[in-house]
């Protein structure tokens, strides 16, 4: 009995020293995190190009914007897409003011697919031309009376589509936070596969005008929309569509006699990309306007509060000791710091690009070099931000990564369509690729004839497939 007693009263003392250890090493925390820092010169820039971004909106009609028209794309039939885009809008922005760390709700007047009911050789052309490869190809060659019945049934979305080409400019009207709609994508992704489709028609028919004019306005809004773009989902929407309209264009233009290929070539795709064009800075400053939305919705206690314990005492003390060991604006200082020190390190020529790649890389693997002792001493200071940092984080690498590569598609394009309008045999296609000017973008090698798949190759550095573009000659 009596060590029993003894190793009762042993245990009781060991949690309450243990316990007295968590009390004094929370106190100590609580100290290191007793004040948060000030702004950094990086938070600093990016606050100028937030407020910078937010005066261009006011220097912008709505009906010459193409982002109100996007976000009424779904509207009904009945309904003008510009006047609900601009509802739409004026709604969300009314009520985040009234909540702007607890929105909630539906945008109003949703719209629908306005799409009818497709045929079911329609949809299998779709499905087989997710990518343009081979089958796609044949697909497309055997194709003319669905594609014809797609173009006849669906006249609104093609209307709407071009509506929304004409609009001059593009200009993010909401503010940037974890709440943000998105325009509906997918539909507009639609009305550009059917105007490539009419395209494809046009060539058919051996109208390289007709050709040039649809490929030149839709190149010309989406180069357009990506250098405007001022949101990262906006900026790889743009850099997706104009993936999808070289691979597509390229289809089209084949189809067109030899002699009229370079005249229904837009001059657009002539001319190398910009740097507004892959300036990744810009759309970055929203995902970092995003963290810093969710940084202090958590500092307020909002993205802690569990469902089961809402109001419960447990809650509040969890939430009151998570609240104590963040600091909002060191942990948005420090997504501030990567973003525009990675930045900074891909503003080189193509040439230098695959090296920069590294090296930006490196900025955002912070545990690479690190003891586990070490990476944990280190973030006394702020260790619920630090955790968010290192372990909710995201690289923004590749998405720069893949900005960059549409240069190499670009140019394997135009000289693709050169090469097949000269008329140059697949049995040479090896020799002219090496003979010519236009060359892979980082290396300078020449572009890749694959004389199995009867397609030239820019091979870029995403990773995987999607590094991986292909062109049927």
Same mark, same amino acid.
């Given at each position: 009995?009596?060590?029993?007693?003894?190793?009762?009263?042993?245990?009781?003392?060991?949690?309450?020293?243990?316990?007295?250890?968590?009390?004094?090493?929370?106190?100590?925390l609580?100290?290191?995190?007793?004040?948060?820092?000030?702004?950094?010169?990086?938070?600093?820039?990016?606050?100028?190009?937030?407020?910078?971004?937010?005066?261009?909106?006011?220097?912008?009609?709505?009906?010459?914007?193409?982002?109100?028209?996007?976000?009424?794309?779904?509207?009904?039939?009945?309904?003008?897409?510009?006047?609900?885009?601009?509802?739409?809008?004026?709604w969300?922005?009314?009520?985040?003011?009234?909540?702007?760390?607890?929105?909630?709700?539906?945008?109003?007047?949703?719209?629908?697919?306005?799409?009818?009911?497709?045929?079911?050789?329609?949809?299998?052309?779709?499905?087989?031309?997710?990518?343009?490869?081979?089958?796609?190809?044949?697909?497309?060659?055997?194709?003319?009376?669905?594609?014809?019945?797609?173009?006849?049934?669906?006249?609104?979305?093609?209307?709407?589509?071009?509506?929304?080409?004409?609009?001059?400019?593009y200009?993010?009207?909401?503010?940037?936070?974890?709440?943000?709609?998105?325009?509906?994508?997918?539909?507009?992704?639609? &009305?550009? *596969?059917? %105007? $490539?489709? @009419?395209?494809?028609?046009?060539?058919? +028919?051996?109208? /390289? =005008? &007709?050709? *040039?004019? %649809? $490929?030149? @306005?839709?190149?010309?809004?989406?180069? +357009?929309?990506? /250098? =405007?773009?001022d949101?990262?989902?906006?900026?790889m929407?743009?850099a997706?569509?104009? +993936?999808?309209?070289?691979?597509?264009?390229?289809?089209?233009?084949?189809?067109?006699?030899?002699?009229?290929?370079?005249?229904?070539?837009?001059?657009?795709?002539?001319?190398?990309?910009?740097?507004?064009?892959?300036?990744?800075?810009?759309?970055?400053?929203?995902?970092?306007?995003?963290?810093?939305?969710?940084?202090?919705?958590?500092?307020?206690?909002?993205?802690?509060?569990?469902?089961?314990?809402?109001?419960?005492?447990?809650?509040?003390?969890?939430?009151?000791?998570?609240?104590?060991?963040?600091?909002?604006?060191?942990?948005?200082?420090?997504?501030?710091?990567?973003?525009?020190?990675?930045?900074?390190?891909?503003?080189?020529?193509?040439?230098?690009?695959?090296?920069?790649?590294?090296?930006?890389?490196?900025?955002?693997?912070?545990?690479?070099?690190?003891?586990?002792?070490?990476?944990f001493?280190?973030?006394?200071?702020?260790?619920?931000?630090?955790?968010?940092?290192?372990?909710?984080?995201?690289?923004?690498?590749?998405?720069?990564?893949?900005?960059?590569?549409?240069?190499?598609?670009?140019?394997?394009?135009?000289?693709?369509?050169e090469?097949?309008?000269?008329?140059?045999?697949?049995?040479?296609?090896?020799?002219?690729?090496?003979?010519?000017?236009?060359?892979?973008?980082?290396?300078?090698q020449?572009?890749v004839?694959?004389?199995?798949?009867k397609?030239?190759?820019?091979?870029g550095?995403?990773?995987?497939?999607?590094?991986?573009?292909?062109?049927?000659?």
């Amino acid at each position: 009995m009596t060590l029993t007693k003894k190793l009762l009263k042993a245990v009781m003392w060991l949690g309450l020293a243990s316990a007295g250890l968590l009390i004094v090493a929370y106190l100590v925390l609580i100290g290191v995190n007793w004040r948060d820092q000030p702004p950094s010169q990086a938070a600093l820039r990016l606050m100028k190009l937030s407020a910078s971004q937010s005066a261009r909106q006011l220097t912008v009609a709505d009906q010459d914007n193409a982002y109100v028209y996007l976000m009424g794309f779904s509207a009904d039939p009945a309904q003008e897409p510009q006047a609900l885009g601009a509802k739409r809008i004026a709604w969300f922005q009314a009520q985040f003011e009234k909540s702007p760390d607890d929105f909630a709700g539906d945008l109003p007047d949703k719209g629908r697919d306005f799409k009818p009911q497709r045929s079911a050789e329609l949809q299998a052309l779709l499905k087989t031309c997710k990518s343009v490869d081979a089958p796609c190809l044949k697909a497309l060659e055997n194709g003319d009376k669905t594609l014809a019945a797609w173009l006849a049934s669906e006249p609104l979305l093609l209307a709407r589509y071009k509506a929304l080409l004409n609009r001059p400019a593009y200009v993010h009207r909401l503010p940037f936070n974890i709440y943000t709609p998105l325009p509906p994508y997918a539909q507009v992704h639609e &009305g550009q *596969k059917l %105007l $490539l489709t @009419q395209a494809w028609q046009l060539a058919a +028919q051996g109208d /390289a =005008a &007709g050709v *040039k004019q %649809l $490929l030149a @306005q839709d190149i010309e809004f989406w180069r +357009q929309n990506l /250098a =405007a773009s001022d949101s990262l989902i906006a900026k790889m929407n743009a850099a997706n569509a104009l +993936q999808r309209h070289f691979m597509w264009g390229n289809a089209v233009l084949r189809r067109l006699p030899p002699a009229l290929m370079t005249q229904g070539l837009p001059q657009q795709w002539r001319a190398p990309m910009s740097d507004a064009e892959r300036a990744m800075l810009p759309s970055l400053t929203s995902e970092w306007q995003v963290s810093n939305s969710i940084f202090q919705h958590a500092k307020e206690g909002g993205s802690t509060a569990l469902p089961e314990m809402d109001g419960t005492l447990n809650n509040r003390l969890f939430t009151s000791m998570f609240k104590s060991l963040l600091q909002p604006q060191d942990s948005s200082n420090k997504f501030a710091e990567r973003l525009t020190a990675s930045d900074a390190a891909l503003q080189v020529p193509y040439a230098q690009y695959p090296a920069a790649v590294e090296r930006a890389q490196s900025l955002w693997d912070i545990r690479a070099e690190e003891s586990e002792f070490l990476f944990f001493a280190r973030r006394l200071y702020n260790p619920v931000g630090e955790f968010f940092l290192t372990f909710a984080s995201w690289d923004p690498i590749w998405y720069a990564v893949r900005l960059s590569d549409l240069e190499g598609l670009r140019r394997m394009a135009v000289l693709t369509t050169e090469l097949r309008s000269q008329g140059v045999a697949t049995g040479q296609l090896a020799q002219k690729l090496a003979e010519a000017p236009a060359r892979n973008p980082y290396t300078g090698q020449p572009f890749v004839w694959d004389a199995s798949a009867k397609t030239v190759v820019f091979t870029g550095l995403q990773k995987g497939e999607r590094g991986r573009h292909a062109l049927f000659y």
